[in-house]
């Protein structure tokens, strides 16, 4: 029989070797976890989703206006308003609470770059069946903490079925990724894709966001044209 000592060191051992052999053969299919030699689990960031490569965080590039916003968890509360039934106020942990979506989603930069992420959070569709929304309503606000803001149509959004995203190839969102939430505009380029958010506005008027009134298109379709014509 092994003393206690060696069992923990082979356990140890083990479990390197799992983790090892997990990471260099690019198998994280669907969330996953290790439970290490404290028996606590510990997220893996997956390299796969539903077949297609993922770029690692770590290689993804990030743009911001005023670097890094950094958000109490516990203090944090994303408000809807505006042409709404019922205005809400969410804590981050109401906001894990409802039912998740997870997506393979191509974020593309208009500077020419972009990369491949499992993204996974709530849909907005989920909040405004909470929230209602107005007939008249048209547009949708997207306010972040450093200031920065985009508008998107209201029926692209629901169409679309677009989410807010907390989590970002299987692990939270880091700090400079946006967390708490990062808007994932599929087909529209990065500059809709807000980070930090902070509140959402339902409004039945057009709205030029940050880059927006620099002269980006307010479309901002991939593919489509950089600025207004």
């Known amino acids: 029989m092994l003393n206690a000592k060696k069992q923990k060191v082979l356990l140890i051992r083990t479990v390197s070797i799992l983790l090892f052999l997990i990471l260099s053969s690019g198998c994280l299919e669907d969330p996953q976890e290790i439970v290490n030699t404290s028996g606590e689990a510990t997220v893996l960031e997956a390299s796969v989703f539903e077949g297609k490569t993922l770029t690692p965080i770590s290689e993804q590039r990030n743009n911001a206006i005023k670097g890094t916003q950094y958000i109490d968890r516990d203090a944090?509360?994303?408000?809807?308003?505006?042409?709404?039934?019922?205005?809400?106020?969410?804590?981050?942990?109401?906001?894990?609470?409802?039912?998740?979506?997870?997506?393979?989603?191509?974020?593309?930069?208009?500077?020419?770059?972009?990369?491949?992420?499992?993204?996974?959070?709530?849909?907005?569709?989920?909040?405004?069946?909470?929230?209602?929304?107005?007939?008249?309503?048209?547009?949708?606000?997207?306010?972040?903490?450093?200031?920065?803001?985009?508008?998107?149509?209201?029926?692209?959004?629901?169409?679309?079925?677009?989410?807010?995203?907390?989590?970002?190839?299987?692990?939270?969102?880091?700090?400079?990724?946006?967390?708490?939430?990062?808007?994932?505009?599929?087909?529209?380029?990065?500059?809709?894709?807000?980070?930090w958010i902070t509140s959402i506005e339902v409004t039945d008027e057009p709205y030029v966001g940050y880059w927006e009134s620099a002269g980006y298109s307010n479309s901002a379709d991939v593919g489509g044209p950089a600025f207004e014509r």
Do not use: H
């Not at 393979?104 to 929304?133: H, P, S, Y």
């Not at 450093?146 to 989410?163: K, P, R």
């Open 76 to 195: 944090y509360e994303l408000r809807i308003y505006g042409l709404v039934d019922s205005p809400m106020s969410l804590s981050y942990e109401q906001l894990l609470a409802y039912p998740s979506d997870t997506r393979f989603v191509r974020m593309d930069c208009v500077e020419g770059w972009g990369f491949d992420a499992m993204w996974t959070g709530v849909t907005l569709n989920t909040l405004f069946n909470d929230t209602g929304v107005n007939d008249s309503a048209t547009t949708v606000i997207f306010y972040s903490a450093d200031g920065y803001s985009t508008g998107l149509e209201l029926d692209y959004l629901v169409e679309n079925d677009i989410m807010l995203a907390y989590k970002l190839n299987n692990v939270t969102l880091p700090a400079d990724r946006g967390f708490p939430l990062q808007l994932v505009a599929e087909d529209k380029y990065g500059y809709k894709w807000a980070k």
